[in-house]
């Protein structure tokens, strides 16, 4: 299955996993179809394995961000609605 394919299924599985495409057949136009099927990261073969583990790392980094902002909203909802039934 090609890279892009993969992205498309995984939008609907696994929304919420980054997704890092590595690639030996670069070009701008599959760069921009890459990143608007929702990858996070953008790489070309031969890869740096330091290169590699520096992007999987961010990417981790901001898979914890995302998760942990979400968790925030969501006690931040539930403590307004709180107070907002305690006013009632």
């Known amino acids: 299955m090609e890279g892009l394919e993969?992205?498309?299924l995984?939008?609907?599985?696994v929304p919420r996993t980054r997704k890092v495409i590595v690639?030996?057949?670069p070009s701008m136009q599959n760069?921009?179809?890459a990143l608007n099927k929702n990858a996070d990261a953008y790489l070309i073969k031969?890869?740096?394995p330091e290169k590699l583990l520096t992007?999987?790392?961010?990417q981790l980094r901001q898979q914890e961000s995302e998760?942990?902002?979400?968790e925030q909203?969501?006690?931040?909802y539930i403590q307004s609605r709180v107070k907002e039934l305690d006013a009632e």
């Open 67 to 70: 998760r942990f902002f979400s």
């Open 73 to 76: 909203k969501v006690v931040e």
């Open 55 to 58: 992007t999987i790392k961010e």
């Open 6 to 8: 993969l992205l498309k």
């Open 46 to 48: 031969p890869v740096n």
């Open 23 to 25: 690639t030996g057949f």
């Open 31 to 33: 760069a921009i179809n």
């Open 10 to 13: 995984m939008k609907d599985m």
